[in-house]
C-alpha cells in the first residue's frame, strides 16, 4: 500500500507557506506516494488547486489527517490538529521544540515519529534539506528590500542634472545565512555594505561579497584556532568600535538570532539615539526578541521622529511562492531518500534522521530537548 501523504491548510495567523509545491507534488507522485492535500492550502502561497496535478484534494483537516500516514507542515501542529492525527504517523515541519513542551508530550503519547526541520544537522550531505538556511536566505533578501523601502535615502551612487547622490551605507550585523543573503543583496541595490559577526571566520566570506569588515581590533581566536573568552575591557571596546559604525549607517540589518534562545542585544537606545536622522534598523532577530534594544517584535517603532526602528515576523512568508518552493524541496530531500515503491521505511542509522527526530516511538529522541537532560 502506498503511504498516504498529507499537506494541511497552515492555520497559523500570518503564515502564507505551506509544505508542498506543485513541482514536489509531481516527484511524490513519481516515487508512487499517494499525496493528499486540503482544498485550497495552497492559495496563501498564490498556487491554486488545479496546479497539483495527480493530488487528491480534500474538504476539510479531519479528513485529511485522519488517515495520514505523513504529513508535511510549516508550523508546529497544534495540539487540536495532533488530536486529529492518528497514532504513529510521522509529521516533518518546523516544531520550535524549545517552546513546545505541551506538544512534544502530546506526540509521545500519539507514538507520532516528528522531524524538527531545525534540528536538521549541518552537514554537507544535509544542505538540500536545511530549511532553517532556504528561509534565512529569504530573510536575508527581504529584510534589506525593506530597509531601502524604509531608508530615507537612494541606495546607489546616482548622478544626475540635479546633482550627485552618495551611496546608502548599509551596515549587516551578524553574518550567517540570512547575513551573507542581506550583504549581496545590498551590494546589488548599490550601497557601501559593511558587515560584523562575532565569529572571525566569517570575514573572508563577508568581504568575498563585496562588504568590509568592521575591524574592533580584538581578536577572539585563541590557541589551535579555537575562540577564546574576551575580557570584559575587550567585549567594551568590541561594541564601542561597532557603536561608531552603527551610528554612521543608513540602514542596519540585525541578523544574529540564536536558535531557541533570547537574541543578543546589540544596538543599545543609547546608540539608536546617536544614529543619523532617517535611518533605519531592520532588526531580523524579532522572533527571539530582537537585536536592539528598542525594537518591538512585529512592530514599527519611530523613535522620535528620527530612526525607524522595524521589527518583522515570519519574514519568510513574504515571498510566500519561493520560501513555499524551497521549503517543500527541503522537504522532499529529507524524506525521499526513504521512499520506495511508495513505502516509506525511514533508516534509524542514518546521520540526518537520526538528528532530525523529535520523538519517536513514545519518546523524545533528541538528546537535547529530552526533559532529563535539561535541555527542553
Ligand atoms: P544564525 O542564524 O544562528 O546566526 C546568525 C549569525 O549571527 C551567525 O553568523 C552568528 O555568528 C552571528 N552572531 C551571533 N551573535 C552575534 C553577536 N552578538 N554579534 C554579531 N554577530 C553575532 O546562523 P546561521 O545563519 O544559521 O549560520 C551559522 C553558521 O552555520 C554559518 O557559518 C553558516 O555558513 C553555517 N551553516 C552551515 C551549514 C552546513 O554546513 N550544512 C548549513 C547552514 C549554515
Redesign the pocket.
Known sequence: MPIRLAVPNEIAAGERRIGLDPAVAKKLNELGVDVRMQKGAAASALFSDEQYEGVTLVDSAEELYKDADVIFKVQPPTLDELNMMQDGCVIASFMAPHRNQELMQRMCEKKITSLAMELVP???R??SM?A??SQ?AIAGYKGVLMGADRAAVFFPMLTTAAGTIRPAKVLI???????LQAIATAKRLGAVVEA????AA?KEQCESLGAKFVDTGVSAEGEGGYARELTEEEKQQQQEVLDKHIAMSDVVVT?????GRPS?K?ISAEVVARMKVGAVIIDLASEGGGNCELTKPGETVDFEGRVVIHGPLNVPSQVPIHATEMYAKNLFNLLSPFIKEGELALDWEDEVIKNTALTHDGEIKSERYKPATGGA
Open positions: 549541518r552537514i554537507t544535509a544542505q536545511d532553517l538556511s534565512a550585523i551578524g553574518a550567517g545565512v540570512a547575513g560584523y559577526d562575532v565569529r566569517t541578523t544574529a538570532a540564536i536558535p543578543p546589540i
